[in-house]
């Protein structure tokens, strides 16, 4: 039984889904962040479970030569990277690791590997942020949330993101301080600013800016336009109304409150309204990779019908209505279905069609009116599928089904459950789309296997 706060001597042999070093001692899994795969270092135990412990590294004995120096001076505080600490060669091995290891483990399959395809960059790639905003002695700040917490570390740099969106955020900040806006107080549900959110479009160059506010009114905008109005691309300013308690940043209610209340990008050839509720990936490059993976997976022809799950702002859908003869895009979020249909005919698509409703629901439905679906796309959120469109997909039961996956234990349960219903895993990848973060995407293409 390992002690609390004794120092014991470890060898880093694996990962967890978070990127935390493993390493066994006493037949003990020791989580230990911040350590790389091989390294032998001395660990303090911090808290002792039944079968696991939660260790701080003291010293490393022997240094990986995937170490590197952290570009990042606040990197060990902050909850937004994970992997500042190694170099981009050890991160990527170890996330195609990770979905091999949960496809293999969790889906029952026996891959020896999963490739993964690597971003050009690890830096300014992301073109979304959320900056939580805080008080500190009468100054408003905003930053990113320290790791398992909602204690705020102020970034003044954030480096894997653009310089705009630092830029937005300091504007606002300024602002706050000098006319005194409130910021809100999650423990007395008082004041009013939450959250800055900052979105560019990554060809187009567009920036939206959007307020979260425990409240339907700012005030002092004009001099807030005056700041945003001499940042680069500054297009649109929105205010979003949250007033309730709990840690979901957007609220329902959205107030044009300058601009259109959106921005436009272009992806895979596609122009896309983004409103600050569409999802639209974070890596511009990365997801135009991903996306042409996933259609080239899918192997429409002309004479194939595509249901697009989970469809979001329609980048999948419309991307593959240029092969497809009709493709249909399901999706929850009333504004993103908004934004799909004027993203379909911005572009001139007619053999597209979006329907507002969950996944298995629309699924449901579209077969009772005898629509049938020769290729089924699905792109859901970190849950994976819920029992009713694994169901509706079985009777679907399509030639070719191609996962897009962002949680690889949900996709590899969802790859076991799909197989007891007649499909075949028949390929794996994995694309990074978020580097020193641990978060990966994947895709899996799986085939029905004749009856």
Same mark, same amino acid.
């Given at each position: ?35 790389? #795969? ?13 079968? %696991? ?23 060990? $505080? ?92 300091? #504007?606002?900040?300024? %602002? ?36 979260? *506010?425990?409240?339907?009114? $700012? ?9 945003? @109005? @001499? ?19 957007? =609220? ?5 409150? %300058? ?47 595509? $249901? ?16 497809? =003869? ?11 279905? !908004? ?33 049938? *679906? ?34 690889? *234990? ?5 790859? *076991?459950?799909?197989?007891?219903? =007649?499909?075949? $895993? ?22 029905? !296997?004749?009856?």
């Amino acid at each position: 039984m390992l002690i609390k706060n004794q120092i014991y001597e470890a060898t880093v042999t694996d990962y967890t889904a978070e990127g935390q070093g493993v390493a066994r001692i006493e037949g003990c899994a020791v989580f230990i962040p911040n350590a790389i #795969a091989g390294e032998k270092c001395t660990v303090r135990i911090e808290k002792v479970g039944k079968t %696991w412990a939660a260790g701080k590294m003291v010293q490393i004995l022997e240094r990986s030569p995937h170490r590197i120096n952290r570009a990042c001076p606040v990197a060990k $505080l902050c909850g937004g990277c994970d992997f500042h600490h190694m170099d981009y060669e050890e991160e990527c091995r170890l996330k195609a690791s990770r979905v091999r290891d949960c496809l293999n483990r969790l889906g029952g399959q026996k891959l020896e590997e999963v490739p993964i395809h690597g971003a050009p960059s690890t830096t300014c790639y992301r073109n979304k942020a959320q900056y939580p905003v805080a008080v500190e002695k009468g100054r408003a700040y905003a930053g990113f949330f320290k790791a398992g917490t909602h204690q705020v570390i102020e970034n003044k740099r954030c480096l894997i993101l653009p310089e705009v969106a630092d830029q937005v955020k300091d #504007a606002v900040i300024d %602002w706050m301080n000098q006319y005194r806006i409130s910021v809100y107080d999650e423990e007395t549900h008082r004041g009013l600013v939450r959250h800055i959110y900052v979105r560019q479009g990554a060809v187009s160059r567009q920036v939206l800016v959007c307020i979260v *506010a425990n409240g339907r009114k $700012l005030n002092r905008i004009p001099e807030l336009l005056d700041r945003l @109005k @001499k940042i680069p691309g500054f297009a649109t300013l929105v205010l979003s109304v949250n007033t309730r308690p709990g840690n979901a940043v957007l =609220g329902d209610e959205f107030i044009t409150l %300058w601009g259109p209340g959106y921005i436009e990008d272009t992806l895979c050839g596609l122009t896309f309204r983004l409103s600050p509720r569409s999802f639209y990936q974070v890596n511009h490059h990365q997801a135009q990779e991903l996306y042409r993976a996933a259609i080239t997976a899918a192997g429409i022809t002309k004479a194939d019908t595509v $249901l697009d799950l989970y469809c979001g702002v329609g980048t999948i859908t419309l991307a593959m209505s240029q092969a497809a =003869g009709r493709v249909i895009g399901v999706e929850v979020i009333p504004q993103a279905v !908004e934004d799909a249909k004027q993203n379909a005919l911005r572009n001139g698509v007619t053999n597209a069609e979006f329907i507002c409703a969950d996944a298995g629901e629309a699924a449901l439905a579209l077969e009772r009116q005898g629509i049938k *679906a020769d290729v089924v796309v699905v792109d859901p959120p970190r849950k994976g599928l819920n029992a009713d469109a694994i169901e509706a997909i079985h009777r679907f039961s399509p030639r070719r089904l191609v996962y897009v996956s962002c949680d690889p *234990a949900t996709l590899a349960r969802d790859v *076991a459950l799909l197989e007891q219903r =007649g499909f075949r $895993l028949q390929n794996a990848q994995a694309f990074d789309l978020f580097p020193r973060c641990a978060h990966v995407e994947s895709i899996v293409t799986m085939i029905k !296997e004749e009856q």
